[in-house]
């Protein structure tokens, strides 16, 4: 028989390893992850280039994504890149026509704004109908998703139905009377909780791995996956890993694409699990995700192990 001193001891062995095992599921228990590609498509006449290897690693994993596009980047050539990503589970946000002049930093009125939204979107649309009838289908089906270039913390303030009527009655807007109404319905994802470094000049990760570890770790004021899954005192997942963290990358950039394969083993192994936008929870016309902002700790949270 066991002493009293003996069996408390096991006892207690017993309910530490049971904690421990009970962390570790939770620290690997699946969550909800969105991985966005901006700024594209960026391919070849000959059908490959960037986007095309982006496209082939999601297929090879199993994974969908996000792809917010530039309605300028939209070559001629470029239907059947949309049509793939479609057919393929993915999804096509509107990234307005172009980078230059829609930033915060430009201060750009809400027509202008509109009038960007709506003519890349005109170019979506017309290179899907005409290259894929089944994938304009799907696009049509599907909600309709924006991000703003250079970001923007909050709902823009030309998808707040509050300046629904103004725009409409726009005589700068009187050219897309008939499509005014696809500001509606739109969910702004101009926020995002992760990215991948490729974007940033000072922080640019100098390898795969390098940017993979950005991902999942951080660096400095960039919350990587990890403090998101380890958030407060005691660690526990943040608020945010509920509905989902969305992940930011460019599919253009070389490193990026050599990542990328890393970057989802690593979610996985995280158990992350893998979506296209938008997130079930979100609201369209209303925010969304902010830019920079802490992970927010949850007392309800599962338990994490650092």
Known sequence: MYSRRTFL????LSAAALSLSSRAEASSAPFPV????????????NGGGATTTVLDILGQENVPATFFLHGVAINSWEGAVLARMMNEGHAIGNHLWQHAGNTEADEPTLEHLAEQ????????RQMLSAADAEAYA?????PRLFRRPGGNNGLNAFLDLRHFAFLQQSPSLRAYRKEIAWLQGVYDYSGWHVINGDS??????????AMR?????????YAGVQRYLCAGDPPRRAAEVRDGLIVLMHDAVPLTQKALPLIIAALREHGATFHALPRPNDQP?????GIGYAPTPSPAGLPCAR
Do not use: S, W
């Open 9 to 12: 001891k096991l006892i207690g």
């Open 34 to 45: 969105y991985l966005t590609f901006d700024d594209g498509p960026t391919t070849e006449p």
């Open 117 to 124: 939204y709506l003519l890349c979107e005109r170019r979506i």
């Open 138 to 142: 799907r696009y049509l089906a599907q």
């Open 200 to 209: 940033l000049a000072r922080a640019f990760p100098h390898d795969a791995a």
């Open 213 to 221: 570890d950005f991902v999942m770790y951080g660096r400095g004021a």
């Open 285 to 289: 016309n209303a925010p969304t995700v």
